[in-house]
């Protein structure tokens, strides 16, 4: 039974995030449903964030280096770039979908927390991107905007710990 759950929780977020301006509007406001009627056990929600955690600390972990690499010339600001756009995507997905799972009522703060993180995720993979079209960018800037990553990276890994 719980395996089935979690499948179609899987198939019902796959579903979602294919679906192009509804995952937008999703985002911009607080849902009014959950996509159960129940909330998950602990285990599978401990399950679930664990799986979101991993997908967003990877994505934060390679623009983290990939930064210096763009700041020292080898790898193109247009390539990166694209990465973080396509990274700020899978997070907005991401987000939508954690905000739609029914978590345990013991979750509820980790809930909250977790979609503070992404969005603060989001909004500074942003920064990074929005300065590196610039196609300026020195290596101490490079470290600091890494930094800001790192600590973002930080508060999500936390996550861990919390479920």
């Known amino acids: 039974m719980k395996k089935k759950l979690i499948m179609s929780l899987v198939a019902l977020a796959a579903c979602l995030s294919a679906c192009g301006s509804s995952g937008k509007e999703a985002i911009q406001k607080e849902p009014s449903s959950y996509y159960t009627q129940t909330n998950l056990s602990a285990l599978e929600y401990s399950m679930y964030i664990a799986n979101k955690i991993s997908v967003a600390t990877g994505q934060l972990n390679t623009h983290m280096a990939k930064i210096k690499n763009v700041a020292d010339g080898s790898c193109s600001y247009e390539d990166e770039i694209s990465a973080i756009d396509s990274s700020i995507e899978t997070l907005k997905e991401d987000k939508v ?11 509820s703060r980790t809930r909250e927390d977790a979609l503070t993180y992404w969005q603060d995720a989001i909004d500074k993979l942003q920064e990074v991107s929005d300065e590196l079209s610039d196609n300026d960018i020195t290596s101490d800037r490079a470290i600091e905007l890494s930094s800001r990553l790192s600590d973002i990276y930080t508060s999500i890994q936390s996550l861990n710990f919390v479920v």
């Open 97 to 107: 979908d954690l905000s739609y799972v029914y978590p345990p009522d013991s979750y």
